[in-house]
């Protein structure tokens, strides 16, 4: 279908976003041509806001407005232990729990040599002199459950523990209130591996 330039290229704008098919990127577009003005520009402004003024903390890798992160300077973090992500969303998620009040590190991506990805393009490097130059008595890694997530683990284990530095590993296996008729093999072997004494 035809579309005039300035909403083609919208709709092709939207499209390149993750999880964005071209019907939902139609949609947005369409959407946000019938937005008033001001809130329009204040979209736009909070797009160049997000991408001018954030940065990533020299210490652990996230996200921040400042250098330092809040998290880093937090003198009321514990300093013994640091929580591995991938990205700064999965420190996101890990802080709306509430449970954890360690230190984290982002490393921006997993190794993948299928994708040619080396521990070199990847953030491991500071965070082997942060283990090197502090107090840290555990590194909880915390990867997603796939290939390179696991690959990376592995890596980092191998790394780490000569040091004499205890390296642990989120638990994998059923979510709460799922069926285990729906579960595949992999999920249930871990949920078995995993298992705990009640």
Do not use: W
Request: glycine share 6%; aromatic share 6%.
């Amino acid at each position: 279908m035809y579309y005039p330039e300035p909403i083609a290229r919208l709709i092709e704008s939207f499209s390149k976003l993750p999880g964005i098919g071209q019907k939902t990127a139609t949609r947005l577009a369409f959407y946000t041509i019938d937005m008033e003005d001001q809130d329009v520009n204040e979209f736009a402004k909070n797009l160049l806001s997000a991408k001018r003024d954030l940065s990533f903390c020299s210490i652990c890798g996230n996200l921040t407005e400042s250098d330092p992160c809040a998290i880093c300077t937090d003198p009321t973090r514990d300093r013994t232990t640091i929580l591995v992500v991938e990205e700064s969303k999965d420190v996101l998620a890990m802080e709306k729990i509430r449970e954890y009040r360690g230190l984290y590190h982002v490393l921006h991506g997993t190794i993948s040599p299928m994708n040619g990805i080396s521990p070199d393009e990847i953030n491991v490097k500071t965070l082997i002199t942060r283990l090197m130059d502090s107090e840290v008595k555990e590194v909880i890694i915390a990867t997603n459950a796939t290939s390179d997530g696991e690959a990376t683990a592995m890596y980092l284990a191998r790394m780490i523990k000569p040091a004499g530095i205890k390296v642990t590993r989120l638990a994998r296996g059923l979510a709460v209130g799922s069926d285990i008729e729906y579960a595949d093999e992999i999920t249930l072997s871990k949920a078995v591996e995993n298992r705990l004494e009640i």
